[in-house]
């Protein structure tokens, strides 16, 4: 579970992330949704977000991705 996974810092300044989960109310017939991102907490930090994922988990995951350790695409 992404809670117990560490988050790195901020690649671009070095802060703490947190994480965020926005929800979307009900619409029409489609259930209600949920959001989840991590973000650099300073407003002026270049790598302010990640994008939105459908778990906590995906998030996390994609935050603490970093070129050059064991990733298929660096």
């Known amino acids: ?5 560490k988050l790195k810092p901020c690649p671009f300044c070095g802060g703490a992330p947190r994480r965020v ?6 619409l029409g017939l489609e259930p209600a949704t949920r959001m989840h991102m ?19 988990e995906a998030a996390v995951a994609a935050w603490n991705r970093r070129t050059g350790e064991g990733d298929a695409h660096a």
């Open 1 to 5: 579970m992404s809670g117990n996974v």
């Open 21 to 26: 989960t926005i929800r979307f109310p009900k």
């Open 38 to 56: 991590v973000e650099c907490p300073d407003k002026f930090c270049n790598g302010h977000f990640t994008a939105g994922f459908a778990t906590p």
